[in-house]
């Protein structure tokens, strides 16, 4: 079984300000996927980023930038220069693979607010 | 639009009936998800299928749940004899792949009140 937890639970900030939001995990699995999701109050939620067990290359796309420890399974997302359509519930979730699906664990979010 | 769409997007019934949910994924898509989400909680898995086959069910989902994908296609997800704690909003996701693990597509949900 896999757990996660999201110690933030709501995050303000003001605009233009960079914001990391935290996230560790639990698995038993060594194989394994990380993702990252938004949850705009409209409630749909939006992929951000992906990354595997294998890969501890931390990466930067657009504003996104993330920073995964395989040693102390944290996978923490950082917003750079926040903008107020940033605000929303950002979920991290583990994954495993089962029976060839994609199976999403869900930490219990980190409400962002971003104000002017 | 192309995504991932459900109907209803609003339930309310009263306690002891049965309502049913349709999800319809993107349509290259051969994998479809089915979510609950509470009120300040996390998304929890309920099932998941591979084209028409159901590979996995989570304890979650009692007897009174059931959902079914006959043609690989649409899925509905059926709940008999409602009770106030099915109250949440069921999501649907839709995915692509054999051995990739790729992202998941959520739909918009469809949110149940159980009176």
């Known amino acids: 079984a896999q757990k996660v937890t999201q110690a933030q639970t709501e995050i303000s900030v003001v605009e233009k300000e960079d914001v990391t939001l935290d996230c560790v995990y639990e698995t038993r699995d060594t194989t394994y996927y990380l993702f990252w999701y938004k949850q705009p109050p409209s409630g749909e939620l939006v992929f951000l980023i992906r990354r595997n067990s294998f890969d501890e290359q931390n990466e930067i796309s657009g504003r996104y930038s993330w920073n995964f420890q395989k040693s102390t399974s944290s996978f923490n997302f950082t917003i750079t220069a926040s903008q107020v359509v940033d605000s929303a519930v950002y979920f991290c979730?583990?994954?495993?693979?089962?029976?060839?699906?994609?199976?999403?664990?869900f930490g219990t979010g980190t409400q962002l607010k971003v104000e002017l | 639009d192309t995504g991932v769409s459900q109907d209803p997007r609003h339930k309310i019934t009263k306690r002891g009936q049965n309502v049913t949910f349709r999800c319809d994924p993107i349509?290259?898509?051969?994998?479809l998800y089915w979510y609950r989400q509470t009120l300040g909680q996390g998304p929890e898995f309920l099932t998941y299928?591979?084209?028409?086959?159901?590979?996995?069910k989570s304890r979650l989902l009692s007897d009174r749940f059931s959902a079914e994908r006959p043609k690989g296609s649409f899925s509905t997800l059926e709940i008999q004899r409602t009770e106030q704690g099915d109250s949440a909003m069921y999501l649907c996701?839709?995915?692509?792949?054999?051995?990739?693990?790729?992202?998941?597509?959520f739909g918009e949900g469809s949110r149940l009140t159980v009176l």
């Open positions: 349509s290259e898509h051969n994998r």
């Open positions: 299928f591979q084209n028409e086959a159901q590979l996995e």
């Open positions: 996701a839709s995915s692509l792949g054999d051995r990739d693990v790729g992202e998941l597509f």
């Open positions: 979730a583990p994954s495993i693979l089962t029976g060839g699906g994609n199976k999403l664990t």
